[in-house]
Structure formats: C-alpha cells, structure tokens
C-alpha cells in the first residue's frame, strides 16, 4: 500500500475511533496535531510517514480517558497497523512515539528520542499553548469538574507522575503545572518561535483573568 494510502486509512480510522471524544482530544485535535507535524517538519529531516502515522496516533486511546492504562493506545495502533502491512520497523517507531509523547508532569525522564517524536511532540505541544490551548484546558477541567481558579490552592511544580495524573486542582493551576513550562521544552527551532507567540498570548490571557477576578475595571 502506498503512503498516501496508509494515510488516507488512519484518517477515516482515527475520525471514527474518536468520535465522541472529549472537545480537547477528538479528531481536530489530532488535524490541528497533524498540520503543525507537517509545517514542522518541512524544516527537519524526518521520516514524513513515520511524523504522518505520530501525529494521527497519538492519542486514539489516551490513557487519561482509559482509567490511566497507557498500554490501551500502543495496543490500538499496533493492531490498526499491522492490518494495514505496515513495515515492522515503521510501526515500532510509531509505537515509541505514542509511548513518550506526553508530558506527564514533566518530571519522569523520557526513555526514547528520535527526530520523528521531537517533531509530533512539539506539534503536540503547541495545540496546548495559546488561545486553543486555553480552550482546551477549560473543556478539559469542565469534562473532570475542576473549579475555573482557587486563590487559596498553590500549583505544585513538584509532583510525581502519579500525582499528576490524580491531580483535581483548579484549571488555572494546569498553566504554572504544565502549560506555561512548554516554551522551554520545545525540540525544534519552528516549534520554539510558535511558542514563544502562543505562551506570550497565555501570559496576557491570565493577567486579565486576575484583574477581573479582582473585580478591576
Ligand atoms: P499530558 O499533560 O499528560 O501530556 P496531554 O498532553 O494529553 O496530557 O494533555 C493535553 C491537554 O489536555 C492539555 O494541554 C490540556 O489542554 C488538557 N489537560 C490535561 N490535563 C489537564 C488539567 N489537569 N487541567 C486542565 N487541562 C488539562
Ligand atoms: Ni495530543
């Protein structure tokens, strides 16, 4: 089967498989993923199919949405794959991409790098920083029942994966706890001027959410 082909398939897959995902996590999420994969890359030496299959995968079964089992998404997309003949050596890279892709608090050590993953992880990364990404924090903690903002509860720069995986804090404490820390973890030189724009949008974005908690005028 040729690339395009593959493609076109995981496209029709993964619209379907989340179809009734949460706001933040549904297909055009995973379409805004795929573009930012694609514009980044256009300056890296990647594979395009391996970036491609990432970014449509990567979170057709969150574990988040999967009582925390991060082996459900590597089993779906293995499966998906190898019924298409996709090459043994492609679909492993695939599988290291789903399994490290993700933030997870940002204090666990990441066991697998490659140029593909560096590329779908900012792609990844920018969807949660600027004005999507403040709509995407806000659905999420509206979908978990979080409060907007509570100025008696810290963030917690601290916390272990597991903690942060359990956290219920307000959604305004999701910005210092990962949103914010993005920009500085960007791989690629595309990735980090995107950034920078989206996290300094973010910045003025909470400015005014204080002022107006504060009841300022
Ligand atoms: P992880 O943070 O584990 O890598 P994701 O990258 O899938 O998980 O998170 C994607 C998006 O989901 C975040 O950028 C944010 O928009 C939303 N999200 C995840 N956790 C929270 C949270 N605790 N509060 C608000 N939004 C969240
Ligand atoms: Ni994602």
Redesign the pocket.
């Known amino acids: 089967m040729t690339s395009e082909k593959i493609i076109e398939n995981t496209i029709s897959f993964v619209k379907e498989t989340l179809k009734d995902a949460?706001g933040?996590?549904d297909w055009f999420?995973i379409e805004r993923v795929y573009n930012n994969s694609r514009l980044i890359a256009s300056s890296e030496d990647v594979d395009p199919l391996i970036v491609a299959l990432g970014a449509l995968l990567h979170?057709i079964a969150?574990?988040?949405f999967h009582n925390g089992d991060e082996t459900v998404g590597p089993k779906v997309a293995k499966a998906f794959l190898s019924d298409l003949n996709v090459g043994e050596k492609v679909i492993g890279h695939v599988i290291k991409i789903i399994e490290n892709?993700?933030?997870?608090?940002g204090n666990t050590n990441q066991s697998f790098n490659s140029k593909e993953l560096a590329v779908v992880q900012d792609a990844?990364?920018l969807?949660?920083?600027g004005a999507i990404?403040?709509?995407?924090?806000?659905?999420?903690?509206g979908f978990?029942g979080?409060t907007l903002f509570d100025p008696e509860l810290q963030p917690n720069l601290k916390m272990s994966k597991e903690e942060?995986?359990a956290?219920?804090?307000?959604?305004i404490?999701?910005f210092y706890?990962?949103?914010l820390l993005?920009k500085d973890r960007m791989n690629t030189e595309t990735g980090k001027a995107i950034a920078e724009q989206r996290h300094t949008y973010m910045q003025g974005f909470l400015e005014q959410f204080y002022a107006e908690w504060h009841g300022k005028a």
């Open positions: 949460e933040g996590h999420h979170d969150d574990s988040k892709i993700s933030f997870k608090g990844d990364r969807d949660a920083l990404g403040i709509a995407r924090a806000f659905n999420y903690g978990k979080r942060y995986k956290s219920t804090a307000p959604t404490n999701h706890e990962k949103l993005l």
